[in-house]
């Protein structure tokens, strides 16, 4: 009988060294807090993080807590708490979950990290809607409740081909931001400074992006799930030399994996790309039940979306202002499709599972006919399973993985 | 002899196959709340209709979503490729095969060899499928069973437009106030679900239906032929469907 066996999980050593990264981050801002200063700012995943540490200040990521409280499966218990304020299940869930952990007092971060009792109260928050407008509604939630000033850039979407245009009006939004950060931070703004640290987070993309390549050799070394965890770093610390050491050790380890041809994925048959969110709280079950099926999901939109190319120190608003443009989430869907057609053949993919993500139609693309054009313009499989990020309410465990198994017999029958 | 099951949210149907494809025995029943049970009954009853030992089974296949409780099963395979092979098997050719069972509903398209070349499930809710039919006969206060006889015996086709089963049943209760008559919302019930399948896919070239409600209510079937203005290939035991493509995985897997 085909009894699904446990799969065990291969380990990756620098995920001690990284937790440790990520233990400090929050141990530091923790502690800024509770000593008035440095300032806090908080940012969407790609806002204009680089300035604002150049600026001086800590960043926080609600996105990154939102994740937390996917990943503990502790989001549907606050998720009904913002619904309950008139935040609608439908939008985004990470701002549901996140705003109703704090309505209720509670954070992942306590847990993990004994002493912190809460988020890092912001001095600021500064947003991108490069992703969506969810982030601005979600920052101007936390504005009125902390009384802080909330400012951000509002961005193109759908762009078919990045332009001057574009960039400009973007990089002239992030330069506007300068002063208000000044008066809140104290601090003068300093070119250099956000010179040395779009360096830095140039560095940081280049080496993210060499980590995600190993996954192109036979078998992966690496995959989705892992890479949804060893990101951390180049979420919240792009611009740090810490993330740039991390990434260097990753990348070792990693290589070594492709020099001995050590598979993350034990007896790898099929090579799978993931689009879409990632489903927090089940990655576990899913990598295993993958791993069980002998399907590596090694490439995904989701990781590459911290590989920022366009970073030049040279110029960094208008870097800036072109790399977080040029992200995939704020492309016309043509643009996605080439993106996704260049990935199924740089990493020789058997197939693609698109996760049409219930709370976040920005990072679902699979409701306008796409995978469908992908199938017949690569002959590639796909598969489109119905969930979330982090509200598990969306989810049928039984429906996605019958889905998952019988596209995989497709497979197995091609 | 090889044996296929299909342990379904509804119904658990057992399928006995002999070297030579041919069907020696069958069995359905309820899948009821204890699968394992129901799968073990099933075994039990094809193999003494069959009057065969269980040493004479060279190989069992489970399938449905109860598929991993069959812990006497050599192998798993999904619904989804079993009713495609199964339906395959009565229609030997390029073909959709539409599967409405009682908790989901499949669109599955396969090619001139019968291998699977995409597949769709219905979302999450009850809309197009078995489960929808027991909630709407639940509300018109019928047994499941009258609903053929009732749609057959309607004047005209009452519209239900929601997708949500809940809404559906206000609807309901809203043209019953209205006057309209069982028959008549019986008839719009069959033609809700046929609705959400068709959302499902273009449901191109030669349609194979199967699964348990078709086999209950074949009117629905010509409703069905009527909407898409095409003849429809409904096997002789749809809802065996999954269960002979179970069979023939076991057959193929046994080396027969
Ligand atoms: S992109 Fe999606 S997941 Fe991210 S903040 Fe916006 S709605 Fe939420």
Redesign the interface.
């Known amino acids: ?2 009894e ?1 066996t446990k799969v065990k999980r291969k380990r990756i050593a620098a995920t001690g060294m990284m937790k440790k990264i990520m233990a400090d981050y929050f141990y530091e801002m923790d502690k800024a807090v509770k000593a008035g200063a440095p300032k806090v700012a908080w940012c969407t995943s790609v806002g204009p993080a680089e300035l604002l540490r150049a600026m001086g200040f800590l960043v926080h990521f609600p996105e990154n807590h939102g994740a937390m409280l996917g990943a503990t499966r502790t989001a549907n218990d606050y998720i009904p708490l913002a619904n309950a304020i008139g935040y609608s299940p439908d939008i985004c869930s990470y701002l549901t979950s996140d705003v109703g952990a704090y309505l209720k007092g509670e954070t992942p971060l306590s847990k993990a990290y004994p002493g912190i009792e809460n988020v890092p109260k912001p001095d600021v928050l500064v947003f991108n809607t490069n992703q969506c407008r969810d982030v601005q509604d979600w920052f101007g939630w936390y504005s009125r409740e902390f009384k802080v000033p909330i400012m951000g850039i509002n961005t193109h979407r759908g762009v078919r081909e990045v332009t001057k245009s574009h960039i400009d009006s973007v990089a002239r939004q992030i330069a506007s931001l300068v002063p208000g950060l000044e008066e809140i931070s104290g601090n003068k703004f300093d070119l250099e400074r956000l010179q040395e640290t779009v360096d830095l987070s140039l560095e940081c993309s280049q080496l993210w992006r060499q980590v995600l390549e190993t996954a192109a050799n036979i078998p992966s070394p690496f995959t989705f799930f892992d890479g949804t965890i060893h990101m951390g770093p180049a979420v919240v610390l792009r611009g740090t030399k810490t993330a740039v050491d991390y990434y260097k050790a990753l990348l070792a380890e990693l290589n070594d994996r492709v020099d001995k041809g050590v598979a993350a994925v034990e007896g790898e048959r099929y090579r799978l790309y993931w689009e879409g969110m990632p489903i927090w709280g089940r990655l576990r079950d899913l990598s295993e039940f993958f791993a069980h099926l002998k399907a590596s999901v090694l490439a995904s939109t989701y990781c590459n979306s911290w590989i920022f190319d366009a970073f030049d120190p040279k110029e960094p608003f208008g870097s800036m202002a072109k790399a977080y443009t040029l992200l995939f989430i704020v492309r016309s869907d043509e643009e996605k499709e080439k993106y996704i057609e260049d990935m199924v053949t740089k990493f020789k993919l058997d197939g693609i599972v698109f996760h049409d993500s219930k709370t976040c139609p920005n990072n679902t693309n699979s409701r306008y006919g796409m995978p469908e054009r992908l ?1 017949e313009s690569l002959d590639v ?2 598969v ?1 399973i ?1 969930g979330d990020l982090n509200d598990l309410r ?1 989810y ?1 465990e ?2 996605s993985k ?2 998952i ?2 596209f995989i ?2 497979l197995e ?2 | 002899m090889v044996l296929g099951i299909d342990v379904g949210a509804s119904a658990t149907k057992g399928i006995l196959l002999n070297q030579d494809r041919q069907v020696v025995s069958f069995y359905v029943r309820d899948s009821g709340v204890d699968f394992k049970q129901a799968a073990e009954d099933t075994r039990m009853n094809c193999m003494s209709t069959a009057g065969i030992a269980e040493d004479d089974i060279k190989y069992t296949i489970a399938s449905g979503y109860g598929r991993r409780s069959v812990s006497f099963a050599d192998d798993i395979k999904t619904e989804i490729s079993c009713h495609a092979r199964g339906g395959y098997f009565h229609h030997p050719k390029a073909c959709t095969i539409v599967d409405i069972g009682g908790q989901d509903s499949k669109v599955i398209r396969v090619d001139d060899a019968g291998k699977p070349i995409s597949f769709k499930m219905n979302r999450k809710c009850a809309a197009g499928t078995g489960a929808f039919l027991v909630e709407t006969a639940a509300r018109l206060s019928i047994h499941l069973e009258q609903m053929e006889g009732l749609a057959r015996g309607a004047q005209k086709e009452i519209e239900l437009g929601s997708f949500c089963t809940v809404f559906t049943k206000t609807e309901i209760l809203a043209r019953i106030s209205e006057g309209a008559c069982a028959e008549d919302i019986a008839r719009g019930v069959f033609g809700s679900v046929i609705k959400r399948i068709i959302e499902m896919d273009p449901l191109t070239g030669d349609v194979v239906m199967t699964g348990g409600v078709i086999a209950h209510n074949p009117f629905l079937g010509e409703m069905f032929e009527k909407k898409l203005n095409r003849k429809l290939f409904v096997p002789e035991k749809p809802q065996f469907a999954g269960a002979l493509g179970a069979a023939l995985f076991a057959l193929e897997q046994s080396g027969g």
């Open positions: 009988m085909a699904e199938r499989n796909t489109t119905f969306c049928s039984e429906q019958t889905n198994e019988a017999e497709q029958r091609k």
